[in-house]
């Protein structure tokens, strides 16, 4: 995109209602309207367009973005830090080992601490089926309680780095990739992506990834396909929002329980390993009483489950069935690649070694996208700023 | 404070002297004159104003802060980051577990390794009796050797962020609080404050914070009551410290061992728990002999008598006596919360929760503090250099 | 330097080619032609001077600078930090352990998702004989294979902070060190330099030290003698690097066996333990198979084998043989000290001490040299850009 481009972009932006999105968190894709969404991949393209041309995007001089991994994370932990430098803000990761929470404290009172100059909270919270969206929540509310006493002179923005619930920084960037890859937003009209679980020889991965998927897609009027194992449903209340986005966008959300069914003729496909729901809930239970015997044993059982669906695994045979034989291959990485990362994974070799380049892409567009929803919460006037940036035109290497 | 205040407290701040504080260390609030102690709150408070009118503070354009934690910390270390970050220094971590200090190097020689970008080095250092302070002072030595000789192009301040002997980060936003709650340091003249010892179950915690708040706190004319158990005094350096304080600034300064006593028609109470002295230096001769069994019995022996002052704990009925029964209740927190974080602890949680919003203001000038112990030091003409920022006026966020 | 010299030198760098090292990493000095070497040295220098001068270089104003440590690290941690810092841009540790890595992702797919919005990538990997360099090739291949893809804005560079080879952060260093110490490259001519092996209680220390300084100090027209046992041979790739090196430029590179005659005359020595290179690679070759076992038992004859060189100790007498009996010492720190970190080590006591400010000012020169490094690498016109920086004249303290 060149400078035109961007003045054009910015200019469109303007068209989009997303004063919704000032001082709100971002924790869940079908909490945003439609504007939202598409201000988000506007001001994400914008900043990609201005770090191509060396356009400075640093509209905080000091300020901190604080983060909070319940969960390891190579891809979203640099995406946040990449977008909080672009930003201007100093990254500072609250690590739970080295602070005093074990201490007793609530979260309402850790999450004032860390925020007296805090303007962005990323939260990664992802292992327990009814928690870690729960938390963000009680985070929000604790800093919103803290700003309105007078206690936090801003009130920090909760951006949801992944939950039990959602990916929205995955989801949204995925999306931003299907854009890119079909050439508009308008362009996924009509396209069928499946949306499939894959066996891996790992049990417990977060739903967050299909949910976020299947709650988000469905919205641009694509053909969403879930396709899973009888037992690894998902959790129905993002079903629902699946099928009302499905029915408000003019697309369709299907069910099944055959990777074929679901990669026939597919332009798009994602094959997943993901925890079945109800199990995952029942882990949770046994975590908050302690039965550490009872996991042990439900680890067990899910292992054995999840090997009785070895076949649900990506292969050149199942892409020969999608459209044209060419179906675009999404994955959140790291995937688990047969006679790579493992024995029996969720992908052949072969699928996911031509696949890289484009994987590489889908990966790219976090950082840019948590940049539009920390940018989106902090002004106001969000076309109005960038202008301002681009009439400034700092370099960003000077 | 809008910014004709803010020029009004730069040109109050002219007509105190600070130059003491320039390219010195901040190491026990007892060592600064009280021009300077009142420099400290005035820039602290210029700089809570400046970041409310969205003007920045940020005179490094590059440059480090050290920090270097021996304990955890979720408030301090988040303060520094803040100030720091505010400033515009970058913070770096120095985690003795992932360098080479295991190795037999010297304190002289990492002090000077570390520092060779570096404008300030925080230093957490508070388990050891004799060992925290000295080890700051240690490091002050070396970087001036630094200096010296060359090897370092600036010389970093040391800001202390907790040791064995002080706290004054904490008891120096303690005060500011205080000044903000009654109206000014004036105000603070005939107050009645309780430095009270508290039941918790755990043992062990520094005396700094009782030790800086009573070493502190006799200087601005207040009666000062330390309170505890007989076997819990405090270190006899500071409470002399604290005896020629009050003489001369018109306070008093009285040691009793009845909480009830110390409650009594008091503005503030600090109920707070903390270790024996001479418990805790025979601890860390145990420690330096390597007898980790008579380290164990010495706990066991802590705890049980510990668990002989179970009734000193903050109650409502202890509020009552204090005057108009609202007193305010300080605590540099986590607070051990009676049904809340253990069973048994230092306050109940109802005095606790309804003090809530105050207490969290009384931490959020903890940033600013350090951020004047650091800019005091760095700037010979420091009314100078803020008339310099206001007049400039960039905004924190463009 | 005061500023007139500072703009000279800016002069000076511009008849230097450097125009190699622009988007090119650097892993080996030998790699480097003689202008580049001499530009990273004329860069450090007009950095320390620009810095002296309190002149900002700060050339970008967002982007990351990723580290990645396999070993512990002190010195080049924070040297690395600072240089980061210096140029604007914010460091951002890949702590492998925090990280997906272990899902048995590759390296490419990982270099890939941290570079994003990385500048430069710093790596200490030193552990293993035949990884540690080869690990950073890789990463150098996986980004430009990535930038090529268009899935990389830009194209990080790769700065080797220590590898099994060669140290070149540290010798780069240590040779600033000498002209400086000495009054120009010029005067390093003739000189001797004792390159010696020396005992340390420890064992397995990377050969990448000694390797380093005999691959560039022979550059110089310097006599460098590399001394150690028989069996403590360093790689002979290196070895014959040093003779083509010795030849080209005038000096000489020989080996011996005597620490006594490597002295005899020696106007500079670099007393420093290291492992043998053979039992090195085998305890790759067992670490690789897994074979726990005969790695301990190799360990126990690494040791046995090294208390047999206990005389191997930079000592007074020793000390007395150089020079005027004043030959300079360096040390990459920390070193294994007499009766200080160690009962028996590497050197007595009272030379490291009186040594002790000249190798602290050694070390000081690390973070100019990365700095140069990366700003080499980014910057294809460095002298123009330099200039631009002191016309701008941007204060580092404002």
Same mark, same amino acid.
């Given at each position: 995109?060149?400078?035109?481009?961007?003045?054009?972009?910015?200019?469109?932006?303007?068209?989009?209602?997303?004063?919704?999105?000032?001082?709100?968190? =971002?924790?869940?894709?079908?909490?945003?309207?439609?504007?939202?969404? %598409?201000?988000? *991949?506007?001001?994400?393209?914008?900043? !990609?367009?201005?770090?191509?041309?060396?356009?400075?995007?640093?509209?905080?001089?000091?300020?901190?973005?604080?983060?909070? *991994? !319940?969960?390891?994370?190579?891809?979203?932990?640099?995406?946040?830090?990449?977008?909080?430098?672009?930003?201007?803000?100093?990254?500072?990761?609250?690590?739970?080992?080295?602070?005093?929470?074990?201490?007793?404290?609530?979260?309402?009172?850790? @999450?004032?601490?860390?925020?007296?100059?805090?303007?962005?909270?990323?939260?990664?919270?992802?292992?327990?089926?009814?928690?870690?969206?729960?938390?963000?929540?009680?985070?929000?509310?604790? #800093?919103?309680?803290?700003?309105?006493?007078?206690?936090?002179?801003?009130? +920090?923005?909760?951006?949801?780095?992944?939950?039990?619930?959602?990916?929205?920084?995955?989801?949204?960037?995925?999306?931003?990739?299907?854009?890119?890859?079909?050439?508009?937003?308008?362009?996924?009209?009509?396209?069928?992506?499946?949306?499939?679980?894959?066996?891996? +020889?790992?049990?417990?991965?977060?739903?967050?990834?299909?949910?976020?998927?299947?709650?988000?897609?469905?919205?641009?009027?694509?053909?969403?396909?879930?396709?899973? +194992?009888?037992?690894?449903?998902?959790?129905?209340?993002?079903?629902?929002?699946?099928? !009302?986005?499905?029915?408000?966008?003019?697309?369709?959300? #299907?069910?099944?329980?055959?990777?074929?069914?679901? *990669?026939?003729?597919?332009?798009?496909?994602?094959?997943?390993?993901? %925890?079945? =729901?109800?199990?995952?809930?029942?882990?949770?239970?046994?975590?908050?009483?302690?039965?550490? &015997?009872?996991?042990? #044993?439900? &680890?067990?059982?899910?292992? %054995?489950?999840? @090997? &009785?669906?070895?076949?649900?695994?990506?292969?050149?045979?199942?892409?020969?069935?999608? !459209?044209?034989?060419?179906?675009?291959?999404?994955?959140?990485?790291?995937?688990?690649?047969?006679?790579?990362?493992?024995?029996?994974?969720?992908?052949?070799?072969?699928?996911?070694?031509?696949?890289?380049?484009?994987?590489?892409?889908?990966?790219?567009?976090?950082?840019?996208?948590?940049?539009?929803?920390?940018?989106?919460?902090? =002004?106001?006037?969000?076309?109005?700023?960038?202008?301002?940036?681009?009439? @400034?035109? =700092?370099?960003?290497?000077?």
């Amino acid at each position: 995109m060149d400078k035109i481009g961007i003045q054009e972009s910015v200019k469109a932006l303007s068209q989009l209602r997303s004063e919704g999105m000032h001082l709100d968190d =971002f924790l869940l894709t079908w909490e945003r309207s439609d504007d939202e969404i %598409a201000a988000t *991949f506007a001001v994400a393209e914008i900043f !990609r367009g201005m770090r191509q041309n060396n356009i400075s995007a640093r509209v905080f001089d000091s300020g901190l973005a604080i983060s909070l *991994f !319940r969960d390891n994370s190579t891809r979203t932990r640099f995406s946040f830090a990449s977008a909080a430098n672009f930003l201007g803000l100093a990254l500072q990761d609250l690590d739970e080992g080295k602070s005093q929470i074990a201490h007793g404290e609530t979260v309402r009172e850790t @999450a004032n601490m860390v925020s007296f100059m805090a303007d962005v909270i990323g939260i990664r919270d992802d292992m327990y089926i009814g928690k870690g969206n729960a938390y963000m929540r009680e985070v929000a509310t604790a #800093v919103q309680q803290g700003h309105e006493a007078g206690i936090l002179e801003q009130r +920090p923005t909760i951006v949801n780095l992944q939950c039990d619930i959602d990916h929205p920084t995955q989801s949204m960037a995925d999306t931003l990739h299907l854009i890119n890859h079909f050439g508009g937003v308008e362009k996924l009209r009509g396209k069928k992506i499946a949306m499939s679980w894959a066996y891996s +020889p790992s049990y417990g991965k977060p739903l967050s990834v299909p949910q976020g998927v299947v709650g988000l897609m469905t919205r641009f009027g694509m053909d969403v396909v879930l396709a899973h +194992p009888k037992g690894y449903e998902i959790m129905p209340e993002v079903e629902a929002v699946a099928k !009302r986005n499905a029915a408000a966008s003019g697309g369709s959300f #299907v069910k099944t329980n055959s990777m074929e069914a679901a *990669f026939e003729g597919a332009d798009i496909v994602y094959p997943k390993s993901w %925890a079945p =729901f109800a199990a995952m809930e029942k882990r949770t239970d046994l975590y908050g009483n302690g039965d550490f &015997e009872s996991i042990k #044993v439900l &680890e067990k059982e899910l292992l %054995a489950q999840n @090997a &009785e669906f070895k076949k649900w695994e990506c292969t050149e045979s199942l892409m020969g069935q999608t !459209r044209e034989k060419k179906a675009l291959y999404l994955h959140c990485l790291p995937a688990d690649i047969t006679g790579v990362s493992c024995d029996a994974g969720e992908v052949a070799a072969s699928v996911f070694d031509r696949s890289r380049d484009p994987l590489y892409r889908q990966a790219s567009y976090k950082p840019y996208i948590i940049a539009a929803m920390i940018f989106l919460a902090r =002004f106001k006037n969000p076309a109005g700023k960038l202008m301002d940036l681009l009439n @400034a035109g =700092f370099a960003r290497i000077r």
